[in-house]
């Protein structure tokens, strides 16, 4: 528990080198095979990763388990959110065409227009299934099954902090007014998920008790909440792994990231058996936030690409993002996993290299599953001959590699200065080629280059 005291478009990136036809490291341009592909396949496939998840951790779903995204409501307590109902509609057929399990809404009793927007998602007939999230109390839960929602989100305060300055209440007042909530969803036929808040500052005796009260009766779900993201993936392995030891039913987690943790923490609690995670677009949410959908889903990816691949519409990820931005105001960070605007550039020379032959040898996600591509930046001081060979190459242009090896010396002269963009690259090489084509150029005659160059910015300034 934690201590008492009171987680932009590559257009951006003009020095970099797209890299064309390579779907993955076994591919040559244009997607031939690559002369050596079989001996890649076979000498990749006797390395088995010795920390993967093994037979015996019988509880982990790292590699079965479904989101429930909460931008329309967590998301809705950023301090930038303000969702009309024809950006929430917008929002929701996103996330419902990126294939997330569920979709949870801002409690209808939260204002009218909350009301009306809830019942307006839920008649847009989409696959994800809707829930809405209500306080534990009776007048809460009988607004949210009139809206037609296919599951009501219970949650109430356990830890001593709630129950002495938020609603007051002891936990005998709140296991009677969990079970009478409860089992009035139960009557209705929808699904119900009873969660505490403010889960890892609470007793853990009085977690247990009230989650297998209401296991007993038949919720569909528990949730632990780390309501002020306080907690670290040893903690929440520790309780999820618990909790799992004393309910049947499914283990949902919402995660906070004041400490930079949501990612970890969830990726932990599948560990630990938890079914459910909760998400927003781009972490968004009350403070900083919770799990983000793209980080979480990174992360899964790396674990098992192939599952996530079949659960999600992974290319959907940066158009949703740009749309949520946008609605709140914000920019889609440059770090950001998967669509961050530098996500699948590479710098450094040995990088590069490395790149070109097989992308997997600095790549654990692949651009192209996300529907994006990988760059090589090679404007700058460490750029190696290698990316700029590549760049030669995609430009159509005869070079040997000293003269390569030669142009490159150039580039990386130039960037001590200043970083070299796209345009002054190519104008480099076609200048460079140009003279090694015409005899006026030869490798190593560093002052007939800087002549050529000059040469060409007066042509480019005369004609402008």
């Not at 209401?214 to 993936?233: E, F, Q, S």
């Amino acid at each position: 528990m934690c201590p008492q005291n009171g987680d932009a478009p590559l257009d951006g990136v003009q020095d970099a080198v797209a890299v064309e036809g390579k779907t993955d490291g076994l591919n040559g341009p244009n997607g031939t095979p690559h002369p050596h592909a079989a001996n890649r396949h076979s000498s990749t496939s006797q390395h088995r990763n010795p920390y993967a998840p093994r037979a015996s951790d019988f509880l982990n779903n790292v590699s079965n388990f479904k989101i429930i995204e909460s931008t329309l409501r967590e998301g809705e307590q950023f301090a930038n959110a303000f969702f009309d109902t024809e950006t929430k509609i917008a929002i929701a057929k996103g996330l419902d065409k990126f294939g997330v399990e569920y979709l949870e809404l801002t409690s209808p009793a939260a204002s009218e227009q909350s009301r009306r927007d809830c019942e307006a998602i839920c008649k847009l007939g989409l696959r994800a299934k809707i829930l809405t999230h209500i306080r534990c109390h009776m007048d809460d839960a009988r607004i949210a099954v009139e809206t037609g929602v296919d599951g009501v989100d219970v949650v109430i305060g356990t830890s001593s902090f709630l129950r002495e300055f938020s609603h007051g209440k002891d936990m005998a007042y709140i296991t009677k007014s969990a079970i009478e909530v409860i089992n009035f969803v139960k009557s209705k036929g929808i699904e119900v998920r009873f969660s505490t808040e403010d889960s890892f500052r609470s007793d853990l005796v009085d977690l247990l008790s009230i989650y297998q009260t209401v296991d007993k009766i038949g919720v569909n779900r528990v949730g632990i909440a780390d309501t002020v993201g306080c907690a670290n993936p040893r903690q929440v392995y520790e309780l999820v792994r618990t909790l799992r030891g004393v309910v049947a039913c499914d283990i949902e987690v919402h995660l906070h990231n004041d400490t930079g943790m949501a990612i970890a923490n969830a990726y932990t609690a599948l560990e630990a058996g938890a079914t459910h995670i909760d998400t927003s677009v781009l972490g968004i949410g009350e403070r900083v936030g919770i799990t983000p959908l793209g980080g979480l889903v990174a992360c899964l990816y790396a674990a098992n690409p192939e599952y996530v691949k079949s659960k999600y519409n992974l290319a959907m990820l940066r158009e949703i993002e740009n749309l949520v931005a946008e609605a709140v105001e914000v920019n889609v960070p440059f770090s950001n996993p998967i669509t961050g605007y530098v996500a699948f550039t590479h710098k450094a020379g040995i990088h590069a290299k490395a790149i070109l032959n097989n992308p997997s040898t600095y790549e654990i996600l692949r651009p192209e599953d996300f529907g994006l591509t990988r760059y090589v930046s090679i404007g700058h001081r460490l750029t190696g001959w290698n990316a700029v060979k590549s760049r030669v190459e995609q430009l159509g242009l005869q070079l040997t590699d000293e003269e390569i090896k030669d142009a490159t010396a150039k580039i990386k002269e130039l960037a001590d200065v200043r970083t070299q963009s796209m345009d002054d690259v190519d104008s480099l090489l076609r200048v460079y080629h140009s003279g090694i084509q015409s005899g006026v150029l030869e490798v190593g005659q560093k002052d007939a280059l800087d002549r050529l160059l000059r040469e060409h910015r007066a042509a480019q300034l005369a004609s402008a």
